[in-house]
């Protein structure tokens, strides 16, 4: 490998020259040549765009790298790096990828209850200690590790660059003096570029968790990505595969000031992938989405597959879409991507560590995972095409020992038993960069109109008779998508745009609450009727038990006043005064419901930080409990009103026995049924009241541990109100009924 700087003047000296040159040869293995340039394509660019040129090899059009993501190095948990540091580093020795990209939260920056989250140095220099020896056993030159910045690596950090700015001093990027936002790595081959595009979109003022959950692109930085995804538009003749790389999933990435987002820059460029990390493998195992300029603008999505194309055959030029790719976590599930690139087509296998190293890792390149693929693809009946494209099935076989033998295996599932249809020896390419297996094919013969019927296998044995065998992978010729569903799980974390959800919940929340708590109450007011338990048992509709359901509540008017004002408290009023970055002692800042208020314009309008993050605090709040605490509340006051038309029914009994001429019969009546019910739908809510105020309460312990705050100084109102309007209902409730039950 070859590195050169352009810019830089002629060295003066033969003997200077010469030793400058052995150094190169001896730093640098002469496959591949990098070249960091500030002016890459010819119009004065970015300095932090690098050139990789892949030298000869009849599997130069093939390019694999490695993703990370979500490492969470903690010093709670010295396991999760001492493992990292013995498993990646050896993976990474019989890989030898192009790039590994890091993926953002290298650190975990919690405490050991998880409730107090703020930078600590000595993960930091984990961090970096760690990556010295992985980058030491893997044999790489350290400029193919790329890092970006999580949520968990910029907790509590006010400044970029600044004193808590652990990722800038102890991250790869930091010491590699790849100080922007954004960064682009061009990997030329001799038929066509790979562009990659790494991109930091944690917030600038670095928050404190929990309300530090999302992407805030700016403007500036879509304008940057924009023009490294286009630096080769107009300088090259060849193909080029784009492939960008961040932290957040665009689900939980915010639209900037003026309103564009990262999806519909993506689109624009027809991107092959976009990889990211940040929702660990505990929401699921299938958070890939993909995305087109058709759906561009949907709030949410119910499944993540491609949608077929009504013509099958067209064959497309240029479809703006992409795939977005989120993969595992290192934090728990030991998860580690190898992508390769073949021939422009995007192929990858998630490998799970969690059990020990891997000695074998298999990754089919071709046909591709009819799952994964996309339109722009091209149909293999398109004129338009290479037909050795089509000619062999292809695998990449990384192994720390020899291998004997590799077979590729094709299951015909269309009878609903597999049945072993192609069973096929590859063969190792000669003259490959890497391990490339081929096994010529008849492609004709596996044409069909499900995605579904065909399954790829492929298996390996190495010399110490160790077999290793692929999932199944469905393939599909003609190039239509196999389906596959999302889980609840992984249709909230992937197929919802959270920052345009936000405000439309919370309002639709506001309108439905204060309708149901007002509207009524106007109505009941101009209407001369009265509503109880007793009218409506005589006459059952819908109207009349929810006027008397409101009437029971009306009857509790503090409670009533009490919820109302509590809503619009947290509408127009603070919520809370918290410490919401690293240091302690410093500046509080309080929070909305439009986010934490830290300062001013210059102008004097005020500025909000922390949104949408903050609906992981404001949601949760009002829909576990205030709305569980309102819906209570009226099943309160209505459990009271049907226990007082209860005793007031005996009491008028009791006079009508009174009365009765068999003095008897009225004694044993009065005694049978003045008798107190035992209330046992008072016990019900009193014990859901119960479950309620816990919830409350593990709420308010975990913000006073996470922004360093006193209940009863910083958020009286959020803190108390609550517990005592149930509390105030209870109480009250209880004292109306025993007042009826003395009578």
């Not at 728990?332 to 998630?350: P, T």
């Not at 390419?429 to 013969?445: E, K, Q, T």
């Not at 389906?483 to 992984?490: A, G, I, Y």
């Amino acid at each position: 490998m070859r590195r050169k700087r352009s810019g830089g003047g002629m060295v003066n000296g033969i003997p200077i020259t010469i030793i400058f040159l052995l150094f190169v040869a001896i730093q640098f293995p002469p496959s591949s040549a990098i070249s960091t340039d500030n002016n890459a394509d010819g119009s004065g660019g970015s300095n932090n765009r690098v050139a990789i040129e892949l030298v000869g090899g009849p599997d130069d059009d093939l390019v694999w790298v490695v993703q990370l993501s979500d490492l969470h190095f903690s010093v709670h948990r010295p396991e999760r790096a001492a493992e990292f540091n013995q498993i990646v580093g050896p993976a990474l020795s019989f890989i030898k990828p192009s790039l590994v990209l890091i993926t953002g939260d290298l650190t975990d920056g919690k405490s050991r209850d998880l409730l107090t989250m703020k930078q600590d140095e000595e993960e930091w220099i984990e961090y970096k200690n760690v990556m010295h020896e992985v980058v030491k056993r893997s044999g790489l030159n350290k400029t193919k590790f790329y890092d970006v910045r999580g949520n968990h690596d910029n907790f509590g950090v006010p400044v970029i660059g600044g004193s808590f700015d652990f990722f800038s001093k102890y991250s790869i990027n930091g010491q590699l003096q790849r100080t922007g936002t954004v960064n682009s790595i061009t990997i030329q081959t001799s038929k066509r570029k790979l562009l990659f595009v790494g991109f930091d979109s944690a917030t600038n003022s670095g928050l404190r968790g929990p309300t530090n959950l999302f992407g805030h692109p700016t403007d500036e930085m879509l304008e940057e990505i924009e023009t490294e995804l286009s630096q080769w538009d107009s300088h090259s003749s060849q193909p080029i595969t784009k492939i960008s790389f961040g932290h957040f999933p665009l689900s939980f990435s915010a639209a900037t000031n003026s309103g564009k987002t990262l999806k519909d820059i993506f689109t624009f460029h027809s991107l092959a992938a976009y990889l990211c990390g940040h929702l660990h493998t505990k929401f699921g195992k299938n958070l890939k989405r993909h995305h087109s300029a058709q759906y561009s603008n949907q709030l949410f999505l119910l499944n993540g597959h491609r949608t077929p194309s009504k013509n099958t055959s067209y064959c497309p030029t240029k479809i703006n879409e992409f795939w977005e790719l989120e993969m595992g976590d290192w934090r728990k599930n030991r998860a580690m991507r190898v992508l390769a690139i073949d021939r422009g087509r995007i192929s990858f296998v998630d490998i799970d560590f969690e059990f020990g190293a891997k000695k074998t890792i298999i990754l089919p390149t071709f046909p591709l995972d009819s799952r994964f693929d996309s339109l722009s693809y091209e149909n293999y009946k398109c004129g338009n095409h290479d037909p050795l494209l089509y000619d062999a099935i292809r695998a990449l076989v990384f192994s720390t020992s020899p291998i004997v033998s590799v077979l590729a295996k094709v299951y015909d599932s269309s009878s609903g038993n597999l049945i072993l249809v192609l069973d096929t020896p590859m063969k190792r390419l000669s003259g490959s960069r890497g391990d490339l297996y081929v096994a010529p094919w008849n492609i004709l013969a596996f044409e069909d109109p499900s995605p579904e019927r065909y399954l790829l296998q492929i298996e390996s044995t190495d010399i110490m008779g160790r077999l290793t065998v692929t999932e199944l992978r469905p393939f599909s010729i003609s190039g239509t998508p196999a389906r596959f569903k999302w889980s609840w799980k992984e249709f909230i974390v992937m197929g919802c745009q959270w920052d345009s959800l936000y405000y439309p919940i919370l309002w639709c929340f506001y309108g439905l609450v204060l309708s149901i708590l007002l509207i009524p109450k106007v109505l009941i007011s101009c209407s001369k009727r009265r509503y109880t338990y007793r009218n409506f048992k005589a006459n059952k509709s819908f109207v009349n038990c929810f006027s008397w359901v409101f009437t029971e509540l009306y009857n509790v008017p503090l409670a009533w006043f009490s919820m109302i004002g509590y809503l619009f408290y947290l509408i127009l009023c603070p919520w809370f005064y918290g410490q919401v970055f690293t240091q302690s002692g410093g500046e509080r800042v309080y929070m909305t419901f439009r986010g934490w208020v830290s300062r001013s314009d210059s102008m004097g309008k005020i500025e909000f930080v922390g949104s949408p993050d903050v609906m992981v605090v404001v949601l949760p709040h009002m829909f576990f409990v205030v709305l569980p605490s309102i819906v209570l509340i009226i099943m309160l006051a209505v459990e009271s009103g049907i226990y007082r038309d209860y005793i007031l029914s005996i009491s008028s009994k009791k006079k009508d026995d009174y009365d009765s001429s068999n003095k008897e019969s009225a004694s044993f009546n009065r005694a049978s049924e003045t008798t107190t019910p035992k209330r046992w739908r008072r016990k019900l809510f009193l014990v859901v009241s119960l479950a309620i105020l816990l919830k409350h309460f593990k709420n308010c312990v975990s913000l006073m541990k996470a922004y360093e705050m006193n209940p009863v100084i910083h958020f009286p109102v959020y803190s108390l109100v609550i517990p005592l309007l149930l509390a105030y209902t209870i109480w009250k409730t209880e004292k109306n009924s025993s007042r009826i039950s003395t009578r």
